[in-house]
């Protein structure tokens, strides 16, 4: 076995391959950001360096001097993990340079799939099915369109240099075609520095499977079966499984054999996953799957590969690497059970999924026979707008499907994550679907559904508020030591500086708070002080009533009810909600002189501009595009009104919560 590695990736991933390792009895390299500097993998590894300030093309995509750690700490290998430099060939091929064994396929393999174009030609030949549609060299807008007339709509436009939905739009007529080829090559250029796209057919009730392969250097391939990853959303992996619903073994065999000849028509070494598109509108048929790419790494998803074979993908990529043959054959392979992971994210489905960023207060998750949770960060740590915002892959895995599906919906129900939001209630919601749970879903299925998944905007969770106020009050009397003085009868209340509030005489008083930004005012009934029997008990009304023995109360939902800085975070069937007290001096003005200001959503880059100072717009209108984490967000015209002022100009990078166009609104 290999002696070291180095990790050339953050995150849960690093922290899934120094597990491996480490059980090897491999010496574990750590490299990372600024950023990342207290970070778990960095934590768990045998050592750790520092390799630049936080953006990633300053550290992570750092290819000299990620080689230059390697070297000086003799590291013996290099995993790249995913993301980052794993598909990049000269990454490859500088650790060849070095003497260090790269943990995955050669250098030409990455080449020849690196570009979706080249990649469909080259299978193609091997006679795998691929999507039809045009993916040559020629880019100028008029002839693509021509070709999307011949291919037929609806059409997706695809960047050649693509990966993770980025640069992909699907386009439903010839009337739309040219701006989303516009988004497309904007989107693509910025991602991957290429903004050259394919044009292929939009396969109808889509549904994305995809086979795990794996080959040594001895020349033999063998896959390790498929796994559905159908729920997306904008083209990206939400919940994904294994097997695939609905699979027969014969359709299998099929995929299992057009997967290993695509990996062989590439000479590929170690883990890659070849991803198929299924036309699923008369369930699957062996006849109706295409080839879109291949994976020249490990996949995010491939704890479900291993929790249907018992295998340590890991764990195989480094014996493939030192040289190993692989220790089995195809036929030695089978499946165990069935295995669903759906990914944790920070970002909010009830404002489309915005990512969300800021400390974790809180989180936890729960433990139990046959669930799995791979995680890089703890309670404590920030999730930072750097870098993805996945915090978690929950694995549940169960004899059938129905109940590794049970399984995931309890675990995340009991998993608690306080302080960026999260897709939590949403990722439960999927799982508990009915015609998910009937293997009846494709691509489509979660825009199909967001308002049953709840990804639409909530009211105020009027419980959530009551809560809240009963625990600040609790830890205001807490700090003071007002309980305390609360039983001899000689307190008064935390906010009495701000509102004059007595609790000697009045009963019940107007406690003003901050719900999420908004001031909301509760009332607060006040214990008689000093009388035994209501000795602490607060009655907190706002559309409904809260009230008990404040601690008692408290303590039954102790979980949920989340101290920060500024107040309390409750948490609520995984919604987040937060409560703290009110401060008059932080109040936005923008609404009260007529204005309206259209702030940044998070931190970005202002990408597009389409209005002018004096322009009028109308509610929902298209004001401004900010790119964010590689994807675009469109800034809307919250109502009529007309353009005031525009405070940043296109290219310009600019701050969560900046103002960006203040616009004069119509009375
Ligand atoms: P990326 O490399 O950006 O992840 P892929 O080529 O893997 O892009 O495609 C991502 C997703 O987009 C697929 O999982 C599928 O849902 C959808 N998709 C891709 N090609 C097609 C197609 N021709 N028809 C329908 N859906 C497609």
Redesign the pocket.
Known sequence: MLESVLIANRGEIACRIIRTAQRLGMRTIAVHSEADAGALFVQMADEAHLIGPAPARDSYLRIDRIINVAKRTGAASIHPGYGFLSERAEFAEACAGAGIVFVGPPASAINAMGL?DAAKALVQQAGVPV?P?YHGAQQEPDFLRLKADEIGYPV?I??VA???????K?VERAADFEAALESAQREAASAFGDPRVLV????LS?R?IEIQVFADRHGNVVHLFERD??L?RR???VIEEAPAPGMTPEMRAVMGKAAVEAARAVGYVGAGTV?F?ADGREGLRSDRF?F??MNTRLQVEHPVTEAITGLDLVELQFRVASGEVLPFGQGDLGIDGHAVEARLYAEDPEKEFLPSTGKLWALDFPEHEGLRVDTGVQAGDEVTPFYDPMIAKVIAHAPTRGEALEKLAEALGQTLVAGPKTNVAFLKKLCEAPQFGAGQFD?GFIDRNLDALGAVPHGVDAEAVRLGVLKLIDMELDARGYHALMRNGSASSPWDEQDGFQLGGAREQGLPVDVDGERIDVAVQWPVPGDAHTDEELVVSWGGKASGMVSDYLSSDMRGLVPTEEGVIVVRAGRQTRVSPYDPFNVDLEHLNGSNAVKAPMHGKLVALFVKPGERVGKGQRLAIVEAMKMEHALVAPADGEVEEIAAEPGMQVAEGARLIVLKMEE
């Not at 693509?162 to 992909?168: A, E, P, V, Y």
């Not at 292929?200 to 396969?203: D, H, L, S």
């Open positions: 979706k999507v549609g997706l695809k960047a693509g990966g993770g939905g980025k640069g992909m699907r292929e057919k939009y396969v889509p994305h990853c159908s997306q083209h990206q992996k991803e598109i295409y879109m790419e691509t």
